[in-house]
């Protein structure tokens, strides 16, 4: 059975929503106080779903919200899937990118090992032609 202390737990989603919603506050002088006492939400709810995002703030509640600061649920609901979508579409692009410089990382990681073992080879004739230069250098 539901109840008004039931709370849902907040998505990514709910971050920008949430976001868009601290940020009208700000526009529009709101502190967490004069919102709960214009709006008629409390204020440990505002804190809770547009403050700390722990739960889920439902649409009922963000309308009222919305209203007394003079926009619409809507609007912020608009407002914040937008930046949601260019936000993983960023992600996105950065998640390839890191693809694309870790198989670089390993192509230069395949190439230092190959220079590491020509290395180690020409090391290996060095100290042979040094042994060979021992008899000859004592001989003169």
């Known amino acids: 059975m539901s109840t008004t202390r039931d709370t849902v737990p907040a ?3 709910d971050t920008f929503v949430a976001a868009e919603v601290r940020q009208l506050m700000r526009e529009r002088g709101f502190t967490q106080t004069s919102l709960a006492e214009k709006s008629g939400v409390k204020q ?10 722990r739960s889920s703030l439902p649409v009922a509640i963000l309308d009222e919200l919305a209203v007394t600061m003079g926009d619409t649920a809507s609007g912020i609901l608009r407002r914040a899937e937008r930046k949601y979508f260019e936000a ?9 990118e890191r693809a694309k410089l870790n198989e670089e990382r390993a192509r230069l990681d395949q190439e230092i090992a190959k220079l590491n073992e020509e290395r180690a080879k ?13 008899p000859r250098l004592l001989a003169l």
Not at 44 to 53: C, D
Not at 88 to 96: D, I
Request: net charge negative.
């Open 88 to 96: 993983n579409e960023e992600r996105a692009k950065l998640q390839e």
């Open 44 to 53: 440990p709810r505002i804190s809770r779903s547009v403050f700390s995002v």
């Open 122 to 134: 020409l090391q290996e004739e060095r100290a042979k032609l040094n042994e060979s230069d021992v």
């Open 11 to 13: 998505t990514s989603f």
